[in-house]
């Protein structure tokens, strides 16, 4: 049976290229990067390559990235590390009701340290709520954390008018672009953001590395302490094979990103078409155009998604009812929810996220798989007598 994955938000395969320059560390270069001799110096050129690597992408300098061990580390250390060490100020933080797990739990436990959060609304696209940005905004806020791009709907966020008002009002913006980055040029500067995370398994790098960008000034507490690596604000031994994998991953990215970007909206645009022409009752979530071109979140009428999602898998094809790290919880997906979605309709969503390696072929056959399986669970429902 041939094996079909489209869930490349959870995470995607290496790419042999990355791959290649990974083993290579796992050779020759065994140092630790911080080591004053030649097995060190050696892996520290590495790194350096990496890190230069990564900057270049988002167009920030070598000394504004620090790695991390993943994004959900990322935007821990920004959430708590900026609002710490910018607690003199005030303690009230600003963030959305769509945010991926990893800031919205970063800012619960900064709420038990006695700082306020505001969970920003959104419409029904996914879209943050900017006059609702410029109510909750006051003396006391020290932070604005809105994600780039949302991992479930894939809506993108209006960046630079957020980021605009935040500075207005002197408060500085973190943006999550884990899911965002591939799918769009991020440009810190154009941007204009004071911390940015990112991750490297998104977008054909390996699991377990990213970065976090904190602009040249901005005052960022650890979260991390113990040695003097990444200029004291990380410590650490650095994962050296993983970083450059993680900076090859950006360069294949920088190269190729608007020849893939292309493809894999076609993919999803064609998959999208066919699927509303061949299944009546869905609904297509998230902005009409403002959105990732990876994505497409389709909510099935009187469907239970887990069903599908299984009845899918039997069929070889690998899909995903929202939030990797969600799965297997009994909640219904929190961003649906927030976008005004009831209890039923997020339990009748299924996420089908496209990558550079699927073919038009696979979305055929998918989509037939996905009529058959719908067409079943819809006759066997015990919600059927309603509509
Ligand atoms: C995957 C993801 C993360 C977490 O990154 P990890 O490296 O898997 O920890 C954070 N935010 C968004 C939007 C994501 O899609």
Known sequence: ??????????????????????????????????????????????????????????NAERSEIYFTSSGTEGNNWAIIGLALANRSKGNHIITSSIEHKSVIEACKRLERLGFEVTYLPVDKTGLVDIAKLLHYINHK??????????????????????????????????????????????????????????????FHGPKGVGALYVKKGVRIDNLIV???????????TLNVPQIVGFGKACEILQQNYIIDYKKVKYLRDYFVNSVEKEIANITINGHLHQKTPQIASISFNNVDAEALLTLLDLAGIAVSTGSACDAGSVEPSH??????????????????????????????????????SVEHLRSISPLRAKK
């Not at 049976?1 to 065994?30: P, R």
């Not at 806020?141 to 780039?148: D, E, G, Q």
């Not at 990444?230 to 650490?236: L, S």
């Open 141 to 202: 806020t020290v932070l604005v954390s809105i994600m780039a791009a949302n991992n479930e709907v894939g809506t993108i966020q209006n960046l630079k008018a957020i980021s605009k008002i935040a500075h207005e009002k002197g408060v500085l913006f973190h943006t999550d672009a884990v899911s965002a980055i591939g799918n769009f040029k991020i440009d810190v500067k154009d941007l204009e953001v004071d911390a940015l995370t990112l991750s490297a398994h998104k």
């Open 226 to 236: 113990g040695g003097g690596q990444e200029r004291g604000k990380r410590a650490g």
């Open 335 to 372: 961003v649906l929810i927030a976008m005004g979605k009831s209890i039923e309709e997020a339990q009748s969503t299924l996420r089908f996220s496209f990558g550079t390696n699927n073919t038009k072929e696979e979305i055929d056959y998918v989509v037939k798989e996905l009529k058959k």
């Open 1 to 58: 049976m041939q094996k079909i994955y489209l869930d490349n938000v959870a995470t995607t395969k290496v790419s042999n290229e990355v791959l290649t320059e990974m083993l290579e560390c796992y050779g020759d270069t065994f140092g630790n990067p911080n080591s004053l001799h030649s097995f060190g110096r050696d892996a520290a050129a590495l790194v350096d390559k990496a890190r230069d690597r990564v900057a270049n992408l988002i």
